[in-house]
């Protein structure tokens, strides 16, 4: 891959005047990061996977309430491959047009037991696995976030759809951001 991953502790405190500056900074740390990470992900069920060698979108299967994410792969694909060579991995996720955009560092492994592929497990799966949850090229991708950022609204999509109407009738920006650093 040609571009290098970003480091997980890279501040985005912006260098100029945005739009982020007049959010409202809220870094979390411990359970709460762990919530909002698994409130994020379930919102969006997709992301982007990147590792030392690619991109490519994945649904996530799970999130744990310690923010350990779940996907199912095929056991002979480059990610796997890419992964089994160097865990370290980025996920980037948006889980809707107005909120819930999150980036994520982390250690990844690839896991070939049963009982958890039958916990991940979903008869959509089966687009991907056409032997089932039986077929023999299922395996599970497992991500420990180390690091983290977020970008969210305070309100839901609903207001911040409102603002941006009002905003736009107005001519001016009316701010309902909330963005910090996540550590789990």
């Known amino acids: 891959m040609n571009t290098p991953l970003m480091n997980a502790h890279e501040d985005l405190t912006p260098t100029h005047p ?3 500056d007049d959010d409202v900074r809220h ?3 411990g359970a709460q990061a762990a919530e909002k990470m698994k409130d994020i992900a ?3 069920d997709t992301c982007f996977l990147v590792t030392h060698g690619g991109v490519r979108p994945m649904g996530v299967r799970a999130c744990d ?3 350990t994410l779940w996907f199912l792969s095929d056991k002979h694909s480059r990610k ?3 992964i089994e060579a160097d865990g370290t991995v980025e996920l980037y996720f948006q889980a809707s047009e107005h909120s819930g955009f999150m980036h994520l560092s982390g250690l990844a492994t690839v896991i070939h037991d049963r009982a958890v592929i039958h916990k991940l497990w979903t008869p ?3 687009t991907w696995f056409p032997g089932g949850e039986d077929d023999p090229c299922v395996s599970v991708i497992r991500v420990q976030p180390t690091a983290g950022q977020y970008w969210d609204n305070k309100h839901g999509d609903a207001v911040a759809g409102v603002k ?3 905003g736009a009738a107005l001519g001016k920006p009316i701010h309902d951001g909330e963005v910090g650093q996540l550590r789990p």
Request: hydrophobic share 40%; glycine share 4%; net charge negative.
């Open 80 to 82: 796997n491959a890419q």
């Open 164 to 166: 941006m109407l009002i």
């Open 18 to 20: 945005s739009r982020e």
């Open 124 to 126: 959509l799966a089966r």
């Open 65 to 67: 309430d310690d923010g």
């Open 42 to 44: 379930d919102k969006a």
């Open 27 to 29: 870094d979390l740390n």
